[in-house]
């Protein structure tokens, strides 16, 4: 009889783990990667500082399954920065780009980068490269969190509440210390991926709650850049990648227009250079979304804050680039957009090592 209870009670907490655990994983699974089917990466877990340190034996001490940390450190990753840094500084110097790789430290510059006093450290955020984590790292290092996965979604962008402070809320001064002395650094991917993330995210089937992208700005870009539309089907068919495409790739001057009528750049879409401006800030790494699970281990210890704070662990596939993907977003879109395209964002391709693709343009 006292073996029924047991049984009974050990099924019943078992029940309720799993739907605790149930629960937190679809909360979870909104972020800021682009790629929103397989975020189950971000699932949750207690603190895998903590986690790694104290050896609980299964079955003694249930409680929902820790998350796996990223792997450790890699040696040879030192030297993968300082050459990606050469690269940069070099590509920086190449005249025959210059006219495309300089930019002002804007105030719209200094608006992208944020601040983590307590550590030194500056980050660079350029969107649709999961910059959600890393705020959410930065939040965690100014001390009011003790761990990402306590950090609220809704807080990590509500930049009234956070703490998080933008470079340009600073004075002159302040600004140029903080420059000349921080850490600092910024992420990027392969600049046609991550305008196709941007697409999907903005445009696609399942926007976020977002809905000025699908309502004000698709139907400019569509009246101005498609072929041939009717007035009425403009909402109804949405953004095609090819409009968006003859969007972006399109002289400075008309191309700016649209954006007054936007009301500001879209930072989405803006390119890497426009954003962080990395030939006039001298940043200290910069890490690759395709390598991010050897870049953010990486970044955490070149920052010294190693141990403090841990990157969320996820499969490395998931940020690969995908060649089949690039290209079937691309087929059908004629050479000569394609061309465009490139011409307005080689810099981006030039500066971080990105090959040019050629199986588009040729
Ligand atoms: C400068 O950039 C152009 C265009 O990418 C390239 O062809 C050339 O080799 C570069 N020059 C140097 C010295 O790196
Ligand atoms: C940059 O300069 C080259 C010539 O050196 C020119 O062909 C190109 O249009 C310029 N690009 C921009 C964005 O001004
Ligand atoms: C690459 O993209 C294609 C098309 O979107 C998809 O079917 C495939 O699963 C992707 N491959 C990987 C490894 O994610």
Redesign the pocket.
Known sequence: MRHHWLLLGVCGWALLILVFVGKFITFRSVDDYG?RG?QSWTGPGPNPVKAAAVDVPENQNPKPPDRPTLPPLDPEWHSVNEKRIELLTSMCRNSSINNLTHVSISKFVLDRIFVCDKHKILFCQTPKVGNTQWKKVLIVLNGQFPTVDDVPEELVHAHDRNGLHRLSSLTPQEISHRLNTYFKFLIVRDPFERLISAFKDKFGQNPRDEPWYKRDIAPVIIRKYRKSHQDGEVTASGLHFEDFVRYLGDVALRRRRMDQQFGAPIIHWVTYTELCAPCEIQYSVVGHHETLEKDAPYILHAAGVEGLVSYPSFPP??T?Y????VE??FSGISKQDIRRLFARYQSDFHLFGYPRPDFLLN
Do not use: H
């Open positions: 790629d397989v596939d998931i690969r995908n060649r089949t993907k079937q977003y």
